[in-house]
């Protein structure tokens, strides 16, 4: 940081004790300064990825790009550099990494000159075999510039035998395995696809005579765009000035789509997969209501995350809905990394109780998912500090067990408070009187299903059910590893 600058704005450094999505995409073919529209799009996406965002244009000549540390409007905030952005075409990405590290040289989206032309590409998820496939393009003479998962498609478009960059294109997917929406740019057009299993997001939108890919409906609406559809689980579309033609590279599989996005990822003004996330939300809460009674005096959302779930069980129950915790939201802006000392401050500057109001009450407490149980402590005991005479805890998911390989930032497996305990230790952790999630069956059927089918899950659960939908190479490459230095280890 030069002197005189303001700190740049991370991932909020209080957030830690939640899932975090890695990234949104968006991107725009046939409309004049699409750059700007798609900087409006990633503002949208925001909460999808706040450490870095990147744009690379197409002009009909050449490509242009520009990536930065930092929120949307910051990185995009000089009208030079929206200017040197021209083009009808654009594509643009918002990033929390985890895979790869926060360098500059990860930020998205990615650009190579592939014999075939320009080949930019943004990527929302992650390729659960990665490292495996790095370990073979590297053998093969690849040389990579990030440390990122996303390089991969690039070489293994370079280096297919495919003729057209399409097929060179779907020849690359079809090595890959893992959680991937993908939008790229060529020179020729806009490629657009989503994987096998749907597991991450990915929608269509027309604004005029343009074509719209975007992670949520969100950033559709925040443009002024019209909702086409979901791209489907497994669909590639291109779209060029010929038109739009969709392809079905891959064999027809029963998706999987994430179930956290309607948990906790997606926006609450989105439609994921047809659903209001607003909606669904609502009726996770009544499903809490109805598994998890408790007598109490109020509703208390933790907010902003547990408002939907609140109003949902508040509404089943009869209990009133009132705001117990009042939440800033300028806390955290000017934190790059927070020692130990100001984090432990976090939850105080984040939440505040709202005392006059809870006094001698009895509250439910409700909020999205219980990550590490680090916040939940805190806040349990903040309302009691401010004189709430009991807590009943409900949250709107699951135990979270295991981590998720799709790309989303979980804590390794010891960290997060279900894999190491059971219900009622948890309770005792957080020092409630009372603590209950929502059965996975009641999640199910809040998204209008009868229950999980355990023979086919409908949906990715395995951070709460570990019942992973793809192989995990990397993971099981890894694991192997360690069982051969412990085998060392033993011999030495
Ligand atoms: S493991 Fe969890 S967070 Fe990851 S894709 Fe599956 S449901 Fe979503």
């Known amino acids: 940081m030069l002197p005189g600058q303001p700190p740049i704005p991370t991932t909020h450094p209080f957030d830690d004790d939640k899932l975090r999505e890695e990234c949104g995409v968006f991107g725009l073919w046939g409309a004049d300064n699409a750059s700007a529209i798609v900087a409006l799009g990633l503002h949208a996406l925001q909460h999808r990825g706040q450490e870095a965002a990147g744009i690379t244009s197409y002009d009909g000549h050449g490509f242009h790009s520009h990536r930065g540390m930092g929120h949307v409007a910051r990185v995009f905030r000089d009208e030079a550099v929206m200017r040197e952005l021209a083009g009808r075409a654009a594509i643009g990405h918002v990033r929390y990494s985890t895979t790869g590290g926060t360098g500059l040289r990860n930020v998205q989206p990615l650009y190579a000159d592939l014999a075939s032309g320009g080949f930019a590409v943004a990527h929302n998820g992650n390729f659960s075999n990665a490292m495996r496939l790095r370990g073979d393009l590297n053998r093969r003479g690849s040389i990579f510039q990030s440390t990122g998962d996303t390089e991969v498609i690039i070489h293994l478009v370079a280096t297919s035998s495919y003729r057209t960059l399409l097929d060179r294109f779907i020849d690359a997917l079809k090595h890959v395995e893992g959680a991937y929406s993908l939008v790229c740019l060529t020179s020729e057009g806009m490629i657009a696809c989503r994987d096998p299993?749907?597991?991450?997001?990915?929608v269509m939108g027309r604004l005029g005579d343009a074509y719209i890919f975007a992670s949520e409906t969100v950033a559709l609406d925040i443009v002024g765009a019209t909702y086409l559809r979901a791209v489907e689980?497994?669909?590639?579309i291109?779209?060029?000035?010929?038109?739009?033609r969709s392809h079905r590279p891959f064999a027809a599989a029963r998706p999987r789509p994430c179930i956290f996005e309607h948990i906790y990822f997606s926006r609450p003004?989105?439609?994921?997969?047809?659903?209001?996330?607003?909606d669904v939300r609502k009726r996770i809460g009544a499903?809490?209501?109805?598994e998890s009674p408790v007598e109490a005096d109020y509703v208390v959302p933790v907010p902003d995350s547990g408002v939907p779930a609140a109003i949902g069980y508040a509404q089943q129950s009869g209990i009133p809905?009132?705001?117990?915790?009042?939440?800033?939201?300028y806390v955290g802006r000017t934190f790059i990394q927070p020692g130990d000392q100001v984090r432990h401050l976090g939850v105080k500057l984040k939440h505040n109780a709202n005392s006059s109001l809870i006094q001698g009450k009895r509250l439910v407490l409700v909020d999205d998912s219980i990550v590490r149980g680090t916040t939940s402590l805190k806040i349990v005991q903040m309302l009691r500090e401010a004189g709430a005479r009991e807590v009943h805890m409900r949250i709107a998911s699951p135990p979270t067990?295991?981590?998720?390989?799709?790309?989303?930032d979980t804590p390794e497996r010891a960290k997060l408070l279900a894999a190491q305990m059971n219900v009622a230790e948890m309770n005792n952790y957080i020092k409630a009187d009372s603590l209950a999630f929502v059965s996975i069956d009641g999640l199910y059927r809040a998204l209008g299903e009868a229950k999980r089918d355990e023979a086919a899950p409908q949906h990715c659960d395995a951070c709460f059910?570990?019942?992973?939908?793809?192989?995990?190479t990397d993971r099981e490459d890894l694991d192997k590893r360690h069982q051969l230095e412990l085998q060392d280890e033993r011999v030495a």
């Open 197 to 202: 299993l749907g597991i991450r997001p990915l």
């Open 233 to 236: 689980p497994g669909e590639l």
């Open 238 to 244: 291109e779209v060029s000035n010929d038109g739009v």
């Open 269 to 278: 003004d989105s439609v994921v997969d047809g659903r209001s996330v607003y």
């Open 287 to 290: 499903e809490l209501a109805i």
């Open 321 to 329: 809905f009132e705001l117990g915790i009042i939440r800033s939201h």
């Open 401 to 408: 067990r295991h981590s998720c390989f799709y790309g989303v």
């Open 465 to 472: 059910s570990g019942d992973y939908p793809t192989s995990l």
